[in-house]
């Protein structure tokens, strides 16, 4: 099998201790040797969100996490105000109506951050609303969101604060509790550096309040059930016995390398990758451009559909390419979870190949050059 390399904004690479624990016997999960790895996996969460507050674990990829926030926490007739700049903020806005959840809509333009400002006025003219839902990083897009200044102005008022960071966790800065951000959700398969496969939502006391008063349906992603069970290291179905025994040591290498190196890491590789771009005569997308994903934006008369295509037939290379209205448009390269610069360089080095022989004008190596510098800085 030919050698690969993901620089998509997950799937990611699996370093190797997280993949022997994957291939560890099974253990039951009702008896007491699966305990020990159900609290480690607990307090470890805890670290990489950085909150006190439950980390629920679902068996699901990071949308049942979406959907577990939507459902446990309003009902049928509220108001809660969603933010589409892309395809994922979209999400939030599909959740809301699929449970009978009022969207207000905030459209930004993409590649366009929603401001403080924006989200003060649209609180300030929508006093009823129950929830704000946001998009640390928009992974459609590269854009990354000033949170912690919204959750703040969220935490004044009677609504939860919702972010989803699925792409984000333990690559982009983000303080649970300081940041007063009531319900976190994220998945396995990004910087946590495990397979896909399990979703997590952490829960603030304002947000149990809000569980507690919630009428929409839900059974298998009950929040309520899950801390009940939680607060005896327990879970109410069965869990994702392998998964959860790998997140055991993924979250010990997060720990060591510490969580601010590791988003420290992943500031200097994106930085890297945005630097490159522009050298090689192309241009990043985000106006405020997250370290998670980076999209880069595809001159006319090159074919942005078939640069992926030919990165992956002939370099065994993956990255994403564009999402709807940025289909050929852009390309969007991850650095995402066991990174390093080695991993910048290769995927810059192929990408120059692949734009020569496409016949993009830009002076040959450039890339490399820029990251180079970047990284020594
Ligand atoms: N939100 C964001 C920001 C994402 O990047 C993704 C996955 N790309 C999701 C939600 C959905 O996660 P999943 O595909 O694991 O359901």
């Not at 800065?173 to 990004?190: E, F, M």
Request: include cysteine; glycine fraction near 8%; charge should be neutral.
């Amino acid at each position: 099998m030919r050698k690969r390399h993901l620089f998509t904004p997950g799937p990611v690479d699996v370093p190797p201790e997280v993949l022997s624990a994957l291939a560890e016997p099974l253990i039951h999960h009702r008896a007491p040797d699966f305990i020990p790895y159900f609290k480690a996996a607990n307090e470890g969460l805890k670290y990489v969100f950085q909150t006190q507050n439950p980390v629920v674990t679902f068996a699901g990829s990071g949308t049942a996490a979406m959907e577990a926030a939507v459902a446990n926490t309003l009902s049928p007739g509220d108001r809660a105000i969603t933010v589409e700049g892309g395809k994922f903020g979209e999400r939030w806005t599909e959740l809301c109506k699929a449970y009978g959840v009022e969207p207000i809509v905030l459209k930004i333009e993409w590649g366009k951050a929603v401001t403080p400002e924006q989200i003060e006025e649209a609180l300030t003219g929508n006093p009823d609303v129950k929830a704000v839902f946001l998009t640390l990083t928009e992974t459609s897009t590269g854009v990354l969101t000033d949170v912690e200044s919204i959750c703040e102005i969220v935490a004044k008022t009677d609504a939860i604060s919702v972010v989803d960071a699925v792409s984000a966790l333990a690559a982009e800065k983000l303080l649970t509790d300081a940041w007063k951000v009531d319900i976190v959700v994220a998945g396995s398969q990004k910087a946590l550096m495990l397979p896909p496969g399990l979703a997590f939502c952490s829960v603030s006391a304002k947000a149990q309040a809000a569980i507690a008063r919630s009428k929409c349906p839900k059974y298998y992603l009950s929040l309520a059930k899950a801390i009940k069970k939680l607060e005896k290291d327990d879970t109410p179905y069965t869990p994702a016995v392998s998964l959860i025994r790998a997140l055991v040591v993924a979250a010990k290498m997060i720990r060591d390398e510490g969580i601010e190196n590791v988003w420290a890491r992943h500031a200097r590789l994106g930085r890297a990758l945005r630097e490159a771009a522009v050298a090689m005569n192309l241009s990043v997308f985000a106006q405020n451009p997250s370290n998670v994903v980076t999209a880069i934006r595809i001159p006319d008369g090159v074919d942005g559909e078939k640069i992926p295509k030919i990165l992956r037939d002939k370099h065994g290379v993956t990255i994403a390419g564009g999402q709807e209205q940025l289909k050929g448009k852009v390309i969007r390269i991850a650095t995402l979870g066991w990174a390093n610069d080695l991993d910048v360089f290769a995927v810059i080095g192929a990408l120059d190949l692949t734009l020569a022989e496409m016949g993009h004008k830009f002076e040959r190596g450039a890339g490399l050059a820029a990251a180079a510098r970047a990284l020594s800085a």
